[in-house]
């Protein structure tokens, strides 16, 4: 199976900047599009940013120019570098990932989330 993991969530104040990082582990043969997505408190989960395997980028509105999303492939891994941080952006941040899993098949795989909080 494969994994997501993400870290670099916590407490900021408005105007702040977080970096969030997804490392993906296990039985992986290869990694497709890769993006981030957030649930605030009441809210459904949306689509913040993606990137595909090729280095394509696409944001939401609400966060196109604050927000940069990019990859390692080498490591495996996806970033999401918040700056300008405003209360609205408080949501748990979850990583997703296509992937190609050895001997399981095409999975779509999530991370537990991360909380970002943007509070004074």
């Known amino acids: 199976q494969v994994q997501l993991v993400e870290s670099g969530g916590g407490l900021v104040q408005p105007g702040g900047s977080l970096r969030l990082s997804c490392a993906a582990s296990?039985?992986?043969?290869?990694?497709?599009?890769m993006g981030w997505y957030r649930q605030a408190p009441g809210k459904q989960r949306e689509l913040v940013a993606a990137i595909t395997s090729g280095g394509s980028t696409n944001y939401a509105d609400s966060v196109k120019g604050r927000f940069t999303i990019s990859r390692d492939n080498a490591k495996n891994t996806v970033y999401l570098q918040m700056n300008s941080l405003k209360p609205d952006d408080t949501a748990v941040y979850y990583c997703n990932g296509s992937v190609y899993a050895l001997n399981v098949g095409y999975l779509e795989v999530w991370g537990q989330g991360t909380l970002v909080t943007v509070s004074s």
């Open positions: 296990g039985s992986i043969g290869r990694i497709y599009a």
